[in-house]
């Protein structure tokens, strides 16, 4: 079980009158409706997010410090949390008036099924300061389905088809893996990674245009190497992002989703001393 976090929960409620300079209305409301009444709020309402799960593993270890694992996973989930938008009415002085309120609100149900695949070896079969050399590496695929999104294309409000699409949970991968090359030897621990997920759902229904986005496939090298000084001391240097990978991200439904924007990290470089009493 997850709970809702205290943002999702927070009860506060903000109405909006949406027109275009030619005053008429351009709010996006239920099932693709245009209107000039638009709002956001807080749910506190809001279920927890349950899960009933399967999990199966096989692990097989050879020599001092090597292993190939598999694990099998299956999960139904219930309520879990998502935008949406729904009518609701407020009055004031009077006056009564509809508004389509984005919220955090409950889904349905979602499946994720999927299964990982590591192994781990240190060469130690090979002669002198070679045997200190190593490998760990790990695969998975996950498969999710029960995601939706309640929104419309705004890009042309008189579209509706697009309202409840199916999508994936959020932020899910389908595939994902780890590499890494390891040195353990002579008091010199180094280590070469590289890190890499396919695209997933970042959001169903995003803040500023209540549309799917998407994080595309995304990639990170990165390394460090540290020297044992003596019992309590380690020095060493740190790199991240060597390859300066940027983040693109993507809107659109499944089948049609151009990138909009894109992210740029710069690669980084630290001097770490790690101290042992």
């Known amino acids: 079980m997850v709970r809702p976090s205290f943002a999702q929960l927070n009860p506060y409620t903000s109405l909006n009158f949406s027109f275009d300079e030619n005053g008429q209305p351009n709010g996006t409301g239920v099932n693709g409706a245009v209107t000039a009444f638009t709002g956001s709020s807080g749910n506190p309402n809001l279920k927890p997010t349950k899960a009933k799960q399967f999990d199966a593993s ?7 410090a090597n292993s190939l694992t598999l694990g099998l996973f299956y999960k139904e989930l219930k309520d879990y949390i ?5 009518e609701e009415s ?19 149900k979602g499946k994720i099924k999927g299964f990982e695949l590591a192994y781990t070896q240190f060469f130690d079969f090979l002669p002198g300061a070679l045997s200190g050399l190593g490998f ?20 042309d409000p008189n579209q509706t088809e697009n309202a409840g699409l199916d999508l994936p949970l959020e932020g899910m991968s389908k595939y994902s893996y780890n590499v890494a090359g390891i040195y353990e030897k002579y008091g010199v621990s ?9 695209s997933y759902l970042l959001t169903t229904s995003a803040a500023n245009i209540n549309y799917p986005v998407w994080s595309e496939d995304y990639g990170q090298l990165d390394a460090s190497i540290l020297l044992q000084v003596n019992d309590h001391l380690k020095v060493g240097v740190q790199g991240t992002n060597l390859l300066a990978s940027k983040t693109y991200l993507q809107v659109g439904d499944p089948d049609l989703k151009p990138r909009y924007s894109w992210t740029s990290t710069d690669r980084r470089v630290a001097f770490v001393v790690r101290t042992r009493f």
């Open 82 to 86: 998502f935008s949406g938008i729904s």
């Open 136 to 155: 760990t590496g790990n695969f998975t695929l996950v498969d999710s389905s029960g995601g939706k999104n309640t929104a419309v294309n705004v890009f």
């Open 190 to 198: 180094a280590r070469v990674a590289y890190n890499w997920r396919s």
């Open 90 to 108: 407020y009055t004031s002085n009077g006056e009564t008036v509809t508004f389509a309120m984005t919220r955090q609100t409950n889904g349905s």
């Open 58 to 64: 096989m692990e097989y270890y050879f020599g001092r």
